[in-house]
């Protein structure tokens, strides 16, 4: 863990130092609203691959979940299935249940079944890499999905893809999404949580750019652990508004859970659900924010992973690394879900699945219907 830390660590502080400084506050206020306008666009334009191997014969892949439990990795699942069952390969799950033992058992019980490849969904790379390496020893071809900092191979592992958004783009977006919408004039509370290297990289971007905003402020950096946040946000959330009042205008998360706990305490200091504090979350897209945000019952914005199209995405991978061929290249942009834009994309179902077609490209890809 030490030396994913590191990197983490170090990828963070190259993306803080490459941020621009913007001197005049009204050009970087329109620069905000820019970036948000784009970022809430409609996900309905295909902008990944569309060229690449033909499907390659028949094939078995194992998908080891990292917890079963998590939506996003339950997402990803449910549309690596349906791509296999699409290029016409078998397919199986087997679940880590949510600890760094019980992935390493499920992925020596997936090397066991002598599968083609294996898709490590959710599970950090550095910690499973011996795992890993048994499983390349035997041949075995893998991709990854959130199993480490950027995009991409993996350097050090024998992932041959990394399948995620830039993390550092999502917090920029998040922020830009409390400058663009108070005119540059944002009190701003930012939640995150050390336990993870890349969620406190994160929230240390996310305030970052609000400092880089004039007339906004920092009024508190919160490092309160997911795994606590039904139990610490309730008296947090009073605490910080007797203590801020007016001045705490905008909160940025780094995950929807931390606004699950929220509301009944925004509620009971008598703030509307469309009132101060704006709650928005860099990351997740859970179907409660989805509801919250429809509603507008105190969350205002997430910048949610289009999952499905990334377990899509994984198979077109895996495809390409049969044919011996490089990676896509392709990194999904990053979108931003607000009450104008929730009823497309999948909205409707408390999703984000871009009506962009990309089943039908990846298809078009392989040569199958």
Not at 220 to 245: C, E, K, Y
Not at 319 to 340: C, I, M, Q
Request: glycine fraction near 10%.
């Amino acid at each position: 863990m030490k030396s994913r830390n590191l990197l983490l660590a170090a990828a963070s502080a190259v993306a803080l130092l490459a941020m621009p400084v913007i001197a005049h506050a009204d050009a970087f206020v329109d620069e905000a609203k820019a970036i948000v306008a784009k970022a809430s666009g409609r996900a309905d334009k295909w902008d990944g691959p569309t060229t690449g191997p033909k499907a390659a014969g028949k094939k078995t892949i194992v998908y080891v979940a990292g917890d079963m439990r998590n939506g996003g990795i339950l997402g990803v699942a449910q549309g690596a299935k349906e791509a296999a069952e699409a290029i016409g390969w078998d397919y199986r799950e087997i679940d880590g249940q949510g600890t760094v033992s019980g992935q390493a058992t499920a992925l020596s019980q997936a090397i066991a079944l002598k599968p083609d490849a294996i898709i490590v969904g959710g599970s950090d790379a550095v910690e499973q890499k011996a795992g890993l390496e048994g499983a390349a020893k035997e041949g075995i071809l893998m991709v990854g999905w959130h199993s480490g900092p950027v995009p991409g191979p993996l350097e050090g592992t024998p992932i041959f893809a990394n399948v995620t958004t830039d993390a550092m783009e999502v917090a920029k977006v998040a922020a830009m999404k409390a400058v663009a919408d108070s005119d540059g004039k944002a009190g701003v509370v930012v939640f995150a949580d050390s336990t993870y290297a890349i969620a406190i990289a994160k929230g240390r971007a996310m305030e970052e750019w609000i400092k880089k905003c004039a007339g906004c402020t920092v009024v508190s950096f919160q490092d309160t652990p997911l795994a606590d946040v039904s139990t610490r946000i309730p008296q947090l959330t009073t605490t910080l508004l007797q203590q801020n009042g007016a001045k705490w205008t905008h909160s940025l998360a780094i995950n929807d859970l931390y606004y699950d706990f929220m509301p009944p305490a925004l509620q009971a200091a008598g703030i509307a659900g469309d009132g101060d504090p704006q709650n928005i979350s860099a990351g997740d897209g859970s179907e409660s924010a989805f509801q919250r945000i429809r509603a507008k019952d105190h969350q205002a914005a997430t910048v949610p992973e289009p999952l499905a199209m990334q377990g899509w995405q994984l198979v077109d991978e895996l495809n390409r690394a049969f044919a011996g061929e490089k990676w896509s290249g392709y990194v999904p942009g990053v979108h931003l879900v607000t009450p104008d834009n929730i009823a497309f994309d999948g909205g409707p179902k408390n999703i984000f699945d871009p009506d962009n077609g990309y089943r039908d490209a990846y298809k078009k890809i392989w040569g199958v219907n």
